[in-house]
């Protein structure tokens, strides 16, 4: 009896996990385990080493990440072109503004305020971009391809056009000021707050507020992409006639992507305008939606990690350039009469994008998967 015990035992230890999935001691012991640990510790430590221009760059990227995200969702995920993401970016900035901010007059316009606890004002603001999207989500859920993108490119000047000339909204050219965000009491403005002998601005304040809307957008959309909505997403990209054929709701699917990628537009407005404290109509035309097409084609059609990726690059290049400007060759400060660093970038990710086309359709989020691989040892009966 207790030899065919013995003999049992261990069968029943050795089993493996259901579907096969790692136990949590494997998960531990994987190298990406230990490099996301060392990267959040190194992110959260950044506001006590970096000064304020490279911590606004990165505020600037996380913003830029925030919006990439939505919209490759929409266009490298379901397969729309948009051409018009500045313009919910814009909802969400001004939307903020006019919900957070005080009646007053400022270069000689009156300004309207309504005065709402900031916090509301930034869940609202990313509603109402939500619910310009779902206005235009109709023309949405049956155009595709560049119909769609010319369709979208009007919504371009179209708020240009607001933005513009609703001055008593707006502030007209000259922009207006952003009301500070206030949270529990807990005021992300310039006034100092001394943590561990390190005086704490606006800028090392938000940047936890930034790490927090990356990170819970990020893991919302790799929850929507992995799951079954991101299934219909990339059989609507794929093939849309088999994808209406097995019972997806092709209009409704593309409709609603839509809306949820004016909302992540929408968020990264708002962080937008409360590290610029300043919301400008020029900086939200076509050449930012430019941009955002850049950034999911150079990180990775389709992929979370690759629109954060594509986003940190192409916000981060021109800030590095200008920092940079008098040690680099051919660049030099704006005004100067060389190359200017926002030139240079465009120059720069522009080829980006070509080679990204012909050497790596996957984006740069393939090469962290791809690199592993190539040395990986083969398992016994694998075929070479």
Not at 192 to 214: D, M, N, Q, T
Not at 251 to 275: C, H, I, P, Q, T
Request: aromatic share 10%.
């Amino acid at each position: 009896m207790s030899d065919t015990t013995a003999a049992a035992a261990p069968l029943v230890t050795t089993a493996p996990a259901p579907g096969g999935a790692a136990t949590f001691t494997e998960r531990l012991r994987r190298p990406r385990t230990y490099a996301v640990l060392v990267a959040s510790v190194l992110l959260l430590a950044l506001p006590f080493y970096l000064d304020r221009f490279w911590l606004q760059a990165g505020l600037f990227a996380m913003a830029a990440a925030i919006g990439a995200i939505g919209l490759n969702m929409l266009t490298g995920a379901t397969g729309q072109l948009s051409m018009g993401h500045a313009f919910f970016l814009a909802v969400g900035a001004y939307s903020y503004c006019i919900l957070a901010g005080e009646s007053s007059t400022e270069n000689g316009h009156s300004l309207t305020g309504l005065g709402l606890p900031t916090w509301l004002a930034a869940v609202l603001a990313v509603l109402l971009a939500g619910a310009a999207g779902g206005v235009f989500s109709p023309i949405a859920g049956r155009l595709r391809g560049a119909y769609l993108g010319i369709a979208t490119l009007a919504l371009i000047f179209i708020g240009q056009h607001v933005l513009f000339n609703a001055g008593s909204l707006t502030g007209g050219y000259n922009g207006r000021a952003v009301p500070p965000l206030s949270l529990f009491g807990f005021t992300f403005d310039d006034t100092e707050v001394v943590v561990a002998a390190v005086p704490f601005g606006s800028s090392e304040k938000l940047w936890y507020v930034g790490l927090v809307a990356l990170l819970l957008s990020a893991l919302f959309a790799r929850g929507i992409l992995r799951g079954r909505p991101g299934r219909a997403m990339n059989a609507i990209r794929d093939h849309r006639i088999a994808a209406g054929v097995m019972g997806v709701p092709v209009a409704r699917y593309r409709a609603g992507v839509f809306v949820l990628s004016s909302m992540y537009a929408g968020l990264a407005g708002v962080l937008l305008a409360l590290v610029f404290q300043r919301t400008v109509p020029e900086y939200f035309g076509m050449i930012l939606s430019l941009e955002y097409l850049a950034m999911i084609v150079i990180g990775g059609l389709g992929s979370v990690a690759g629109a954060v990726v594509g986003a940190f690059f192409v916000s981060l290049l021109p800030q590095v350039l200008t920092h940079y400007s008098d040690s680099l060759p051919l660049v030099s400060a704006p005004g100067t009469g060389g190359l200017a660093p926002g030139e240079a970038s465009r120059y720069l990710y522009g080829a980006a994008v070509v080679a990204v086309v012909l050497f790596l359709p996957g984006g740069l989020a393939r090469l962290g998967i791809a690199l592993p691989r190539v040395n990986r040892p083969k398992k016994s009966g694998e075929k070479k």
